[in-house]
Each structure stands twice: as structure tokens, then as C-alpha cells.
């Protein structure tokens, strides 16, 4: 996993169409109005303790997570039961679902090729953040990526 990296504070603006894309028969005779919108008011609660990773490595794949996906990752949220959280097990970042069940935690992959992470006594377990969007292309492969 790429090292996290803050968010730029600068506005990051495209144009919103705000007419809903439905799955079904599009509407021609709706309006398609566009106005503005900066994608961090929509993806940035928190901006000083946000922050951008890169996921690394298939263990999340059934929670949508893939190799090379880009994360939005806030550090102001309490990790809550069934949140995915980015977590420092012994000083190495991982991305899993927070369990807590009867006062005994585990991280949850989703990959069944994958253990889920119980902390042993002594095991150093820090929750780092709380992944809130998760970006990926869709179709076309940006070169960046």
C-alpha cells in the first residue's frame, strides 16, 4: 500500500448533471441542467485529517476493493462496528472490516483466500482511519493508475 497522502485543499471542480441516471429507460424529455460542483465538498468531511491511499493487494476484493484502487481515508471518525478501516497491525498498514463483538476485535478480510487479523496479546493494533469512498476507474484505464 502506497504511503497516505493529504488531500489537496484546492477545488477539484467538474460539472454535475442533475438529473439522476437511471438503470432502466433514460427520459429524453428531462432537463439535463449542469452546474458546478467541487468533488471535496462531496467526498471530504473532515479536510485536515484526510487523507488519499492507494490499495494494495486483493483481501478486500468482495467489499468492492481491488488492487490499485484509490481510498478516501478519514482520521476524525471513531471506528465503528462493520466500518472498513485502514489499521497499523505491528507498523504495516492493512485495510479490513473493523468486528467487534463481546468486547473481542477483529479485522475482517473479504477474500476467502484471506485470515481475518485477531489481534494476539502484546500485538501492537492501531485504527488509523475510516475509509469512506473508495475510487476506481470505471471502463477506460487511466494511465495514472
Not at 493529504?6 to 429507460?25: E, K, M, T, Y
Not at 485536515?48 to 490499485?68: N, P
Not at 482520521?75 to 485495510?95: M, N, P, Q, S
Request: charged share 20%.
Amino acid at each position: 500500500m502506497d504511503a497516505p497522502a493529504p488531500l489537496s485543499l484546492q477545488p477539484a471542480v467538474c460539472r454535475h448533471v442533475q438529473v439522476p441516471a437511471h438503470c432502466g429507460f433514460p427520459s429524453p424529455a428531462e432537463d439535463h441542467a449542469q452546474k458546478r460542483i467541487d468533488l471535496n465538498t462531496v467526498l471530504i468531511q473532515h479536510p485536515e485529517a484526510t487523507f488519499y491511499m492507494r490499495a494494495r493487494g486483493e483481501s478486500m476484493r468482495d467489499a468492492g476493493i481491488s488492487d490499485g484502487d484509490s481510498l478516501v481515508v478519514d482520521r476524525a471518525l471513531e471506528a465503528r462496528h462493520g466500518d472498513i478501516v485502514v489499521a497499523v497491525v505491528d507498523g504495516d498498514f492493512t485495510i479490513k472490516t473493523l468486528h467487534r463483538q463481546d468486547g473481542q476485535v477483529r479485522l475482517q478480510a473479504a477474500n476467502p483466500a484471506f485470515q481475518d487479523i485477531v489481534p494476539r496479546h502484546g500485538q501492537e493494533l492501531l485504527i488509523w482511519g475510516v475509509v469512506t469512498w473508495v475510487l476506481k476507474p470505471a471502463g477506460r484505464h487511466p494511465a495514472s493508475r
